[in-house]
């Protein structure tokens, strides 16, 4: 069975957004590029929810190579406009079925392991149906006081381990837990 890996960014204060959805507070640096490019080997399966691909293609991107990008909305209309946006990139589903059950059914098909990026009602979606199976945090080093939180609507206790620590050089902290079941 595939691994699902959940990775955020997040503030001191545990928000992952401003609460318009900005993201300025973000460190992106050539270090954090390096972690991420070698991670992104370990997958083959790229899933976010609607508002951080929206984020995402602001930045001028429309998906990551190397892997097949799905994008979840509940919306039909946001959908479509979703994919117009998009063009014609063969590596980038938008989707808008029942996300857990399409993660369910992804993570029992072979291949390399999937991860989630941001969205943190898409993240609740996947930990209520117990299919994320580790949690990467990059904790910077800022207090936003409000925002778009880090976990909202989680219906139980999830117990985590962690299994890595990296101070960067940027100030903030990459922090690895493990789900235990």
């Known amino acids: 069975m595939r691994k699902v890996t959940l990775g955020l960014a997040n503030s001191l204060d545990n928000f ?38 929206e984020v995402m293609l602001a930045a001028g991107e429309t998906s990551y190579p190397g892997a097949t990008n799905y994008v979840f909305t509940r919306s039909a209309k946001k959908a479509a406009a979703l994919r117009k946006r998009a063009g014609k990139k063969t590596n980038l589903k938008i989707v808008s079925d029942d996300a857990a059950a399409f993660i369910g059914q992804l993570k029992s098909t072979s291949g390399k392991d999937i991860v989630v990026f941001g969205g943190g009602e898409l993240a609740s979606i996947l930990f209520n149906a117990d299919l994320i199976d580790e949690v990467v945090l990059n904790v910077h080093p800022v207090i936003l006081g409000s925002g778009v939180p880090l976990f909202s609507k989680i219906e139980r206790q999830i117990n985590l381990e962690l299994f890595k620590v990296k101070r960067l050089k940027n100030s903030c902290i990459m922090l690895s837990y493990r789900v235990q079941r």
């Open 16 to 53: 992952i957004a401003r609460q318009d959805g900005g993201s300025d507070w973000l460190h992106w640096s050539s270090e954090v590029a390096e972690i991420s490019a070698a991670f992104m080997k370990t997958v083959d399966v790229l899933v976010m929810g609607r508002k951080t691909y």
